[in-house]
Nanobody, 121 residues
Framework: EVQLVESGGGLVQPGGSLRLSCAAS????????MSWVRQAPGKGPEWVSA????????YYEDSVKGRFTISRDNAKNTLYLQMNSLKPEDTAVYYC??????????????WGVGTRVTVSS
């Protein structure tokens, strides 16, 4: 059974940090590109960051560049998102997901259940 389980969310003050983890099982994690997608209250999903299967290529949405760092440990089947200098607008449920690029399109595959991040004083 494929599972992606996020953890590490919580309540943090503006300017604080959190490290999200996504534990994968049931598939060959090291063969898949991975991404983080978030959904803020009352809004649609927003892509945040992505990393290639080998971890050599990383991508970030403009609003998180310089603050968030995506990484992975294929030996541990785990994806990470280090979030620093958090802002209230980062408040959302964060999901990890596998993805592949087909032509000019991104197709998501497996999804986690999400972990909630709340940035508030």
């Amino acid at each position: 059974e494929v599972q992606l389980v996020e953890s590490g969310g919580g309540l943090v003050q503006p300017g604080g940090s959190l490290r999200l983890s996504c534990a994968a099982s049931g598939f060959s994690f090291g063969n898949f590109n991975m991404s983080w997608v978030r959904q803020a209250p009352g809004k649609g999903p927003e892509w945040v960051s992505a990393i290639s299967s080998g971890g050599d290529k990383t991508y970030y949405e403009d609003s998180v560049k310089g603050r968030f760092t995506i990484s992975r440990d294929n030996a541990k089947n785990t994806l990470y998102l280090q979030m620093n200098s958090l802002k209230p607008e980062d408040t959302a449920v964060y999901y990890c997901a596998t993805y592949r690029v087909v032509g000019v399109n991104v197709e998501y595959g497996y999804w986690g259940v999400g972990t909630r991040v709340t940035v508030s004083s």
